[in-house]
């Protein structure tokens, strides 16, 4: 167990802080992934346009970009909700913060991906390890580097999965009843 003096100062600017950048980073990841899919589902079918087009087959393949386009603009948009949502959340709500005990973590598998995230399959792949709390539920980890602006416990996604034994207690940042952000109580002390 680590010594009361090694906690890391927590402030709700530094909270605000986690949350806008997470919902930066899913942001990123999900116009990236859709700029991806554009680029691999609509690019062939334009270029078998621009082959075939003396043969009077374009209506078909304008179609078939036109479904494409629409389908991941759909899929862009579904995704970017709950980021957006968030961020909302953050600027007209604010947050709350509350207490509560880690009842498990687990570590998502592709099955479990797709049974239980369906259309948010691109939202759920970025975040492989959930932490399930007593009273909120649970808390997705966001991919990458976490508590950026700690000098000594800034870690990835794995890192703060690894690090979260059950039992632990959490400093759990709240919007619209859903968890925001998730502090471990060994690792870092809350400032008024």
Known sequence: ????????????????????????????????????????????????????????????ISTMITIYSIVIVFLTVCCLYKPFKLLFGLYKKGFQIATDKLSHSTEMTLSDILIFSNWWLIYSLSKPYRLSFNSYN????????????????????????????????FYL???????????????FELMD
């Open 173 to 187: 940042a709240v919007i619209d009843n859903k968890i925001a952000f998730a502090y471990n109580k060994k690792l």
């Open 1 to 60: 167990m680590r010594e009361e003096n090694n906690k890391e100062k927590l402030t709700k600017e530094r909270i605000k802080t986690d949350i806008k950048n997470k919902c930066i980073d899913d942001i990123k990841a999900v116009l990236r992934t859709s700029l991806i899919l554009l680029l691999f589902l609509v690019l062939p079918p334009i270029i078998l346009y621009k082959v075939f087009t003396p043969f009077n087959i374009p209506t078909a």
């Open 138 to 169: 649970k808390y997705l980890i966001p991919k990458g580097k976490n508590y950026r602006w700690s000098d000594m416990y800034c870690m990835d996604d794995k890192g703060v999965y690894n690090y979260s034994t059950i039992g632990d207690e």
